[in-house]
């Protein structure tokens, strides 16, 4: 080795800084003795057993065994657990239960901190992950949409990304919650605990954890799932390469990366092709994580890299190939970017200077030719820095600029050449409009105005251009992202407007919204106090006053505009009136400036896309309102079909516009390619010519199944010259015909979805189509799109059978294009009560619990008097929470604050014996952890004393113990008469359960048949058993009727295509289909029958 080689490497080895590892601690917990936990990552963050957690056998290797009373593992405090944007934290846990001690409802799993809270991560007594951050008291807490097994070997998993917490069980996700979170940084200077959080004993773990991982960054959601199949868990690839993987402007050939797990050597490649081979090997079983390419880099020369791991039994990790560009000798990365646009006619350039750099030439001109010959009329002379100050250009010019390097010894590097269009100048139309933002991504870099006030607003963060309603939008990621206007007038009167779409509807966090100027004039999407929480918002002497704009969704596009006239405060959805609020007076003055994406005032943050922000300095019409969220009004607007629809291709026959303003002709473009439409001209392929009128036939341009078009319509105005761009439009042709995919309902009087699907209010049966309140639709339990139909059906009463009707204006035709089959999605609940003969029971319930005051399950029951006893075998029952019950009871009367009884087995939480002595008071119990089903339990009444018991055999009988070890009983006072029976709650206001019985018995004067009741006010459910009908009906009124195969349809509790041959609709004219059935029940020959909701989405007519 040259002696010039080994200077190089003493520098690197002597200065270079060691590569950031991206985990900041691993715990595999695979010691297995002694009192230390120690940390894998190579980071030294040590922890220390504490209260006897117990080494076992565990998912991999050794785990700790924590008793749910003290244990867990204390690790020091230290800068490097903290984190600042993003966070991973996850383990294999096997947990006995899932909350905490006592009644206490969360255990901790992995926690640094409470207030400030870096990343705590719990079970919940309901069953959910719970996740919780924070930079103060005021943490953002969450939980996961599917619960966490228990004893049983489960993965969990949870990141902080995009602002939001990533849940993750068994390596699939599990659902997002929170919204704007924010990380404490070094603020928290707690320890990282294992089995436990900062609040102490009472979140202690019971259970076994193993293989606990905290990273810095978000790890993507195949690292995730990797983590929970892979065996050992694990990276043993290399990562965190330094140059970072797509880096820009690399001057040093210094390499560096993090060791994949168990790597002892590494083999680096380098060349100027991603596909590297061996003889790209610059690097051969190197010892150290780093690599210094002597020969140096090519400046401007893109180079793939590629570093694999070897580890000690000589087995090889081929790792990732990544990227970066070495520094060019050119100026780059210019501002504004090549091709900008809409810049103000006072300007300033900027570069990176090229490799050696000392000073610049720029030149400067309209003429491009000149700039690039160097004409000396171009010439802006020599800079110092890279940067030129330009004033006094042109409106509507485009300018052509270059930058020579000049390096030692005047050595010239010529630039290339960039170019830029200053905007024309933009005329006040409306000067009460002080304020609109269209958020087109015209290319200046900024959120330009065009009110004409040159309010143009400073993008702040890293929001991203993407598309919005209109056309572009601006996407918040809720954490850093917002745009500064700096815009401070106090206004009188005012309107303000946006379209908004966020990911999750409001919710109670930091108050928040797509725009923000506090006291004078806001709109609020997430807030922690309801009443301001999706509302628009005022302040006036001291005194705050909102207006809701009613029910939001998430993922779903809204124009949200509101007005102040100086005596009340008005809310608009989509142009309709929502709510007004009576409130007089001046707003009081704000100091703050409007921003939008994040409090006017605060750190606080809003996650979503927002296009087309307005400010009028008057309150305007509701006409006016319904104008401006149009957008631009001499575009093109109203299109139809409506952007981004699904079209039928029976009715894709025409695309129609409201004309702009000022159009006297329009240029139509049509074509498969989106970029290639935004940019086409009247030479493309996609230009269909110029026409006069605002309709434009589709005959012959599109095909069943043809996927989704584009298209824009270019308003020409008299002059023939003056061209209004328009925006870029979609809609998609699918495969099958539409019938009904139930996206078109509002909550708009006349659009109702019960408005179009006629129900038993009118047809006399047992159906009711959507829901009583707003939304009427269902947009929770939907199978595609954000809706589907929800209809409740009871078949009671007479006549027996629930049905909706919907009428086809024009007629359908279900006939050509290949369609063989009518297809219908469903879905239903669980079962309600089954009796199976012999005295055994199927029991489903839903229910917040029996216990406090007042009681939601279901009961299945007999007549008692005097004393008596129930005994039945619980075989098993699902999991939706720790204490999902099901047992016996004997209750007073059947009000749901009645006294009572009950003996029960729960999901996890073990035998229990509970009571309510007086009506409407609170319970009692007793419980005996660590029995679960299958067990036989039995409660009997004497007088008005009860015991209760469980057995494994239904033989040997175990009475229920305190803490003293005395059989428990109690005393509750009842009449004479009383209800004796069954009893099943899910202990989840959202989840059924579902309980099998057999075996059940009773001693005692007990009368009469079983009887199933649902006794509470929480939502039942679970469906009666039944069957689905669909019926045609055509033009002269004959009609066909087919019946789902399974006599227990409304018991499917998943979506479920139904698929409906036509040909055995016989005797109707499917090329004129007027009316469509949907019905629960048997209409031909009608019986009394049970009742429940089913959801309905995507009708369709299907080719095979």
């Known amino acids: ?44 963050h040590d922890g220390t057993l504490m209260n006897g957690p117990t080494w076992v056998n565990g998912k991999f290797g050794k785990a700790l065994q924590l008793d749910g009373v003290d244990d867990h593992v204390s690790i020091p405090h230290n800068v490097n657990l903290c984190v600042t944007n993003e966070v991973t934290v996850s383990a294999w846990i096997y947990a006995e239960r899932t909350g905490g001690p006592g009644t206490q409802g969360w255990q901790g799993i992995v926690a640094k901190g409470n207030a400030p809270r870096s990343y705590s991560l719990y079970t919940t007594t309901a069953g959910p992950l719970h996740f919780s951050t924070g930079p103060s008291g005021a943490y953002i807490g969450s939980t996961s949409a599917t619960p966490v097994p228990i004893r049983q070997w489960v993965h969990v998993a949870v990141k902080v990304e995009g602002g939001q917490h990533r849940y993750f069980i068994n390596g699939l996700a599990a659902g997002v919650g929170g919204a704007n979170v924010v990380l404490p940084g070094t603020a928290d200077t707690n320890p990282v605990l294992i089995g436990r959080t900062a609040e102490g004993a009472t979140r202690s773990f019971w259970g076994m954890i193993d293989e606990v991982h905290i990273w810095n960054h978000a790890l993507t959601d195949q690292q995730i799932n990797d983590l929970a199949t892979k065996t050992p868990p694990g990276y043993k690839e290399a990562a965190n390469p330094a140059p970072a993987n797509g880096a820009q402007g690399v001057a040093s050939p210094l390499f560096q990366w993090v060791a994949g797990d168990g790597a002892l050597f590494h083999d680096v490649y380098l060349g100027t092709t991603p596909e590297l081979t061996a003889a790209h090997k610059v690097g051969t079983r190197l010892p150290f994580v780093m690599y210094y390419h002597v020969a140096g880099l090519q400046p401007g020369t893109t180079y793939y890299w590629r570093v694999d791991e070897i580890a000690a039994d000589g087995a090889i990790a081929t790792g990732e190939v990544w990227s970066f560009r070495a520094m060019p000798a050119t100026a780059w990365t210019p501002v504004p970017p090549d091709g900008a646009s809409y810049m103000k006619t006072t300007a300033t350039l900027t570069w990176t200077a090229g490799l050696n750099a000392l000073n610049h030439d720029v030149y400067v001109g309209t003429n491009r030719d000149d700039v690039a010959a160097g004409a000396a009329s171009t010439f802006k002379g020599n800079q110092k820095t890279p940067s030129l100050q330009l004033d006094g250009l042109a409106p509507n ?22 170019k830029f269009t200053t905007r024309p100048v933009i005329v006040k139309a409306d000067p009460t409009l002080v304020g609109w933002w269209k958020l087109e991504n015209e290319g200046s870099g900024s959120a330009v105005d065009y009110s004409g006030y040159d309010r143009d607003g400073t993008l702040m963060g890293n929001p991203q251009w993407v598309e919005g309603y209109l056309a572009g939008g601006l996407k918040f990621n809720g954490t850093t992202d917002y745009v ?106 704000e100091v703050g400036t409007l921003k939008f994406g994040r409090h006017s005032t605060a750190a606080q943050f809003f996650a979503g896309t927002v296009d087309d922000v307005r400010v009028y300095s008057r309150a305007l019409t509701v006409d006016e309102i319904k104008k401006a969220m149009q957008g631009d009004p001499l575009l093109a607007s109203n299109p139809q079909p409506p952007h981004n629809a699904s079209v039928d291709i029976q009715t894709a026959t025409a695309l129609t516009w409201t004309a702009g303003e000022k159009a006297a002709r329009h240029d139509v473009y049509l074509g498969k390619d989106a970029a ?145 089959d009518l297809s219908v999605w469903f879905r239903g609940n669980p079962l309600r009560y089954l009796d199976k003969g012999n005295n055994a029971f199927t029991v489903g319930a839903s229910g917040h619990d029996i216990w406090d005051n007042a009681d939601d399950f279901r009961f299945v029951y007999k007549r008692l008097t005097g004393d008596g006893s129930v ?38 939480s073990g035998a229990s014996f509970g009571w309510r002595q007086v009506a409407n008071a609170g319970c009692g119990s007793a419980t005996q952890a660590g029995i679960v089903a299958p067990q036989w339990v039995r409660l009997t009444r004497t007088g008005n004393a009860f015991t209760a018991q469980y057995s494994a055999n239904g033989t040997t009988w175990t009475d229920i113990r305190n803490a003293a070890g005395q059989v428990v009983s109690t005393t509750v006072a009842m009449g004479s008469n009383a209800y004796i029976g069954l009893c099943v709650t899910s202990h989840n206001t959202a989840a059924t359960t579902t309980a099998e019985f057999s075996g059940a018995a009773t001693t005692g004067n007990v009368a009469g048949a079983w009887q199933q009741m649902w006794i509470g006010d929480d939502p039942d459910l679970t469906n009666s058993a039944d069957r689905l009908y669909v019926g045609i009906e055509d033009s002269t009124g004959r009609s066909a009727f087919a019946t789902h195969p399974n006599p227990a349809a409304t018991n499917t509790s998943a979506w479920t295509e139904w698929k409906i041959p036509l040909s055995s609709l016989t005797g109707v004219n499917l090329a004129r289909a007027k009316k469509l059935y949907l019905g629960v029940g048997d209409r031909k020959t009608p019986v009394p029958g049970g009742s429940g909701r089913i959801y309905v989405d995507d009708i369709r007519v299907t080719r095979p």
């Open 397 to 418: 010019t485009t300018y052509y600029w270059r930058v020579d390097e000049i390096g030692l010894a005047g050595t010239k590097v010529p630039g290339e050449v960039w």
């Open 1 to 44: 080795m040259c002696k010039k080689t080994i200077a190089i490497l003493a520098v690197v080895l002597g200065l270079a800084p060691a590569a950031t590892a991206v985990q900041l601690g691993w715990w595999a917990l695979d010691d297995g003795t002694g009192t230390v936990a120690k940390d894998r990552s190579g980071n030294g």
């Open 871 to 908: 005994t039945v075998k619980v075989e098993s029952l699902v999991n939706t929470h720790a204490w999902t019950k099901a047992g016996v009871m004997i209750r007073e009367t059947l009000a749901d604050g009645s006294a009572m009884a009950y003996m029960i087995i729960s999901w996890s």
């Open 676 to 820: 290639a439409v935004k940019t086409a001209n009247p030479s493309s392929p996609a230009y269909r010519g110029r026409q006069s009128g605002t309709s434009f036939s589709l005959a012959g341009l599109v095909e069943l199944g043809g996927g989704t078009y584009f298209w824009r319509i270019d308003e020409v105005e008299a002059d023939g010259t003056t061209i209004q761009r328009g925006n870029v439009w979609s809609f998609t042709v699918p495969g099958y015909l539409i019938v009904d995919e139930f996206e078109s309902y509002t909550d708009a009087e006349g659009n109702r979805i019960y408005e179009f699907w006629i129900d038993g209010w009118t047809n006399k049966t047992g159906s009711t189509v959507g829901n009583l309140v707003a939304p009427f639709a269902e947009r929770t339990i939907v199978r595609s799109g954000r809706q589907s139909m929800p209809m409740d059906y009871n078949n009671l009463k007479t006549p027996f059978y629930s049905e909706a009707e919907t009428t086809f204006a024009p007629l359908k035709d279900w006939t050509g294009h290949g369609v063989t």
């Open 484 to 589: 500064e206007t700096n815009y401070t007038e106090n206004l009188a009167k005012w309107t303000i407007g946006v379209w908004v779409n966020s990911p999750a509807a409001p919710a109670a966090t930091t108050p928040t919204g797509p725009m923000h100027r506090e006291k004078n004039y806001q709109i609020s999407w997430n807030h922690t106090n309801a009443t301001f929480r999706g509302t628009a918002a005022i302040c006036i002497g001291g005194t705050w006053s909102a207006a809701s704009f009613g029910t939001l969704a998430g993922n779903t596009w809204y124009h949200l505009a509101a007005s102040f006239d100086g005596t009340a405060l008005k809310a608009y959805v989509n142009g309709v009136l929502i709510t007004t609020t009576g409130v007089a007076g001046v707003p009081d003055a």
